[in-house]
Nanobody, 126 residues
Framework: QEQLVESGGGLVQSGGSLRLSCAAS????????MGWFRQPPGKEREFVAT????????YYASSVKGRFTISRDNAKNTVYLQMNSLKPEDTAVYSC???????????????????WGQGTQVTVSS
């Protein structure tokens, strides 16, 4: 019912910045929480950040707090992830996701999200 398309990934040197975008279509974007997750090479998918439907509350993984910022523009059906002070350990495929109605899972859990983008590669060199 919903399609999500990420963009903005690429190669950046340690200490640099990137901004990821996720464009949504097919569902009323403003009615749902949105999240960013990442999957480092050889590891499981992990939570990065989430934002409520209104944009009034945001939550971050401890590993990115103070460096990454999630935001959304409901008029443009787009969610963003601004990434600063990037480290080699931030290297991963980054995916955006749109939440389901109540599932019993935390917003930090990938199982709370119904729709996922294809992912965009972020590579941070030392």
């Amino acid at each position: 019912q919903e399609q999500l398309v990420e963009s903005g990934g690429g190669l950046v040197q340690s200490g640099g910045s990137l901004r990821l975008s996720c464009a949504a279509s097919g569902r009323t974007f403003s009615n749902y929480n949105m999240g960013w997750f990442r999957q480092p090479p050889g590891k499981e998918r992990e939570f990065v950040a989430t934002i409520t439907w209104s944009g009034g509350r945001t939550y971050y993984a401890s590993s990115v707090k103070g460096r990454f910022t999630i935001s959304r523009d409901n008029a443009k059906n787009t969610v963003y992830l601004q990434m600063n002070s990037l480290k080699p350990e931030d290297t991963a495929v980054y995916s955006c996701a749109s939440a389901s109605p109540w599932t019993g899972y935390s917003d930090y859990d990938p199982k709370a999200y119904a729709y996922w983008g294809q992912g965009t590669q972020v590579t941070v060199s030392s």
